[in-house]
C-alpha cells in the first residue's frame, strides 16, 4: 500500500484531500507546512508527496526543491496543487522540481488519477 504525505495549511483543504486518497485506497499522513512535513518525512520516507505552494513558514516551492535536493527523497514523486494555476506558476512549479501540477480548484478524479499514474512510475 503505498504512503501519501499530505502537505496543505488549510485544513478542510486538507482533510478533504486525505479523505480523497484514502478512498482510492491508499495511506495518508498529513503535515501543515513544509517545516512539520520535513519532520514527517524523518520519520518514514512517502511513495509521494501531494504538496501546496502557499503555506507559513516554508512555501511549496521551497519544500520542492529541498526534497529533491536530497539523494534520500529526491526520486519520491511531489504533485503540487495549488490555487496558482497560471501557467506561469505551473511553470514554476515544475523548475522547482515537481513531478505533476493540478490547480484547485480540481476535480477529484484528476488528482486521484495524477497520484495513482505518478505512484506507477513512468511508462
Given at each position: 500500500?503505498?504512503?501519501?504525505?499530505?502537505?496543505?495549511?488549510?485544513?478542510?483543504?486538507?482533510?478533504?484531500?486525505?479523505?480523497?486518497?484514502r478512498g482510492s485506497g491508499l495511506t495518508v499522513i498529513e503535515a501543515?507546512?513544509?517545516?512539520?512535513?520535513?519532520?514527517?518525512?524523518?520519520?518514514?520516507?512517502?511513495?509521494?508527496?501531494?504538496?501546496?505552494?502557499?503555506?507559513?513558514?516554508?512555501?511549496?516551492?521551497?519544500?520542492?526543491?529541498?526534497?529533491?535536493?536530497?539523494?534520500?527523497?529526491?526520486?519520491v514523486p511531489v504533485v503540487m496543487c495549488s490555487s496558482k494555476g497560471e501557467e506561469?506558476?505551473?511553470?514554476?512549479?515544475?523548475?522547482?522540481?515537481?513531478?505533476?501540477?493540478?490547480?484547485?480548484?480540481?476535480?477529484?478524479?484528476?488528482?486521484?488519477?495524477?497520484?495513482?499514474?505518478?505512484?506507477?512510475?513512468?511508462?
Open positions: 500500500m503505498s504512503k501519501v504525505l499530505v502537505i496543505e495549511d488549510s485544513v478542510t483543504q486538507r482533510e478533504m484531500i486525505a479523505n480523497l486518497l501543515s507546512d513544509g517545516v512539520e512535513a520535513f519532520e514527517q518525512i524523518q520519520k518514514g520516507l512517502p511513495d509521494l508527496v501531494v504538496l501546496d505552494i502557499v503555506m507559513p513558514r516554508m512555501n511549496g516551492y521551497e519544500v520542492c526543491r529541498r526534497i529533491k535536493a536530497d539523494p534520500k527523497t529526491q526520486n506561469f506558476d505551473r511553470y514554476w512549479g515544475m523548475k522547482q522540481g515537481a513531478d505533476a501540477y493540478v490547480a484547485k480548484p480540481f476535480q477529484p478524479t484528476e488528482l486521484v488519477g495524477t497520484v495513482k499514474q505518478m505512484l506507477r512510475g513512468p511508462g
